[in-house]
């Protein structure tokens, strides 16, 4: 794991310089559960799951005017994962509300879901709640109050969390707008922060062709063997795709790819969403909930009616998910996975309003990357909450585990090999 303290410091205290850091006063609770911050009409909720229900249309609102669109923090998809999850794994919320006159929460600029239980012992790093179906973190920012947002949440978190050296937001898009905003007001308010497990993954930007990806991702050699197999694939029986929206055929679709997957490699290990009722239940209700909302779209290779290789893909703004994928192993001398995502890269790249799409792929995924020509740069942003040499005890204890959870892999990704 690469820790590294942000080089270019000087350039995003100049982009967002222009709100100067006001000094934290007391906190103060009023009677509606609403804690008041330095910054004038600003507040902050913490509020319980259960809670959020009267929140959602808020909540909603904010998923459209966000700084960088997160699938994965719209209200269906986490509200429907940690409703599915023990009642003691689900996370609260703090809100950051703005205020208009006698109306304290006239406008939501700000989302974090958080885990209910605090770092198991003093100096540690506090983090975010997420369900590990999340490939993306990070809070929920307005896009044109992104400053004072964010300063409400460092200042709620750090007067929260006395006992934490430090608070982890992992998984967020190293070049995005929030990213560079983190560090913005980290540089303002005078906090250190690091930069940390930095990887790339597979993407899929806008404004070329299918062909024009595709040569840039593979060699022709490469390109006519694929050919080849949709070819083979195709002889001797009828060979379509299909995409499915909304309704019965989503609901169907969605039966079809759970079962693809629990007949696969993830069925065998016990890692497949039918593994565990709740967590089939959980994209049962998540997909059908987006769908209504026309963010979901799962794509199917079929061969005579039955799909042989199914994908789910979700939307938020500009950006697209490339969140799961299933095929018929039995098939894999086709290579039917391989062609649903070259379906999957056209349909892509022929919707204009699609501005990217995120393989959410772990980095070096020996399919997505030979396909898929584009990179997204992930990381996680750690900001220190108090001042000494706690951070750095907890940087130094942070990076010791992710070097262990590296070498863990290698070593299971070796015996697999190995035996099978």
Known sequence: MTVRFWDMAAMAQAIFASAPLALPAAPRRDRDGLTET????????RASFEEMARHRAAWSDLVLRAIEPNAFLEPDFALSAALHMPASQRPEFLLVWQGAGVEPRARLIGLLPLRRARPRFSGGLAHPWSSVYTPLGGPAIDRLDGARAVDALFDFIERHYPQSAGFALPALTREGPLFALLIARALVRGARFAVMGEHERAALRGGQSAEQALERAMSRKHRRELDRRKRRLAEN?????RSAREGEALREAVEWFLALEARGWKGQRGTALLSKTSDAT???SALRLLAAQGKCRIDCVEIDGAPVACGVLLTSGARSFYWKTAYDESL????PGVLLTQAITEMQLADPAIAITDSCAIANHSM???????????ADFVVALHDGAGFDRALRRARLKETLIVKAKAAVALARKKFG
């Not at 029986?237 to 795709?241: P, V, Y």
């Not at 894999?332 to 290579?335: I, K, Q, R, T």
């Open 38 to 45: 330095a910054a004038p009409e600003i507040s902050v909720e």
């Open 237 to 241: 029986a009828n060979l379509t795709i």
């Open 282 to 284: 959980f994209v049962r």
């Open 332 to 335: 894999a001398h086709y290579s």
């Open 368 to 378: 997505i990357d030979r396909l898929w020509p584009d990179r997204i740069a992930i």
